[in-house]
T-cell receptor, first 113, second 112 residues
Framework: AAGVIQSPRHLIKEKRETATLKCYPIPRHDTVYWYQQGPGQDPQFLISFYEKMQSDKGSIPDRFSAQQFSDYHSELNMSSLELGDSALYFCASSGQGRTDTQYFGPGTRLTVL | KQEVTQIPAALSVPEGENLVLNCSFTDSAIYNLQWFRQDPGKGLTSLLL?????REQTSGRLNASLDKSSGRSTLYIAASQPGDSATYLC???????????FGKGTSLLVTP
């Protein structure tokens, strides 16, 4: 079965650079979520989109922005990167809006040097 | 703010044992609760989802229960195997939001 696809899988950036992470949800899923998992931490919710509109917002820094496109894929844009942004970034998707199981992608490991 | 706690933080059992992982949450106004498995450095694999109106869900050797009024859920693993070694996370979704609130997980090691 098709799963959530994230690209790139690994990313290395310098401080103050920008990064763009991409997420392709499971086909026919209309809701996308972004989570950040720091080393040894549990995943923290950043933001979600339902039918291309922002549906919920968590602890996402102002330096980050995200959107969902007409084909339902989503991008997380991160600017002025800091060392503390080094983490695993997960995208998840669900069908039927907020009622369904969230299926997670393999994650993008971002390292900021 | 929802607080999700998982006990124990780590657990080591010999192969073949039945075991129970515990999850508690402070706000009972949840929409559903989901159990995940995470292997080191990998993504989260959804194991079971329990809607707030349900008491339990089963999948193979896994059984998850939910007692919403007391703010507790358990994940029962029958006849554990070394391949079950991973971190198990529970997460709640509130009635009003989309976000999952995660516990810090239980790191399980099943020894041959």
């Amino acid at each position: 079965a098709a799963g959530v696809i994230q690209s790139p899988r690994h990313l290395i950036k310098e401080k103050r650079e920008t990064a763009t992470l991409k997420c392709y949800p499971i086909p026919r899923h209309d809701t996308v979520y972004w989570y950040q998992q720091g080393p040894g931490q549990d995943p923290q919710f950043l933001i979600s989109f339902y039918e291309k509109m922002q549906s919920d917002k968590g602890s996402i820094p102002d330096r980050f922005s995200a959107q969902q496109f007409s084909d339902y894929h989503s991008e997380l844009n991160m600017s002025s990167l800091e060392l503390g942004d080094s983490a695993l970034y997960f995208c998840a998707s669900s069908g039927q809006g907020r009622t369904d199981t969230q299926y997670f992608g393999p994650g993008t490991r971002l390292t900021v040097l | 703010k929802q607080e999700v706690t998982q006990i124990p933080a780590a657990l080591s059992v010999p192969e073949g044992e039945n075991l129970v992982l515990n999850c508690s949450f402070t706000d009972s106004a949840i929409y559903n609760l989901q159990w995940f498995r995470q292997d080191p450095g990998k993504g989260l694999t959804s194991l079971l989802l329990i809607q707030s109106s349900q008491r339990e869900q089963t999948s193979g050797r896994l059984n998850a229960s939910l007692d919403k009024s007391s703010g507790r859920s358990t994940l029962y693993i029958a006849a554990s195997q070394p391949g079950d070694s991973a971190t198990y996370l529970c997460a709640t979704r509130s009635n009003s939001g989309y976000a999952l609130n995660f516990g810090k997980g239980t790191s399980l090691l099943v020894t041959p």
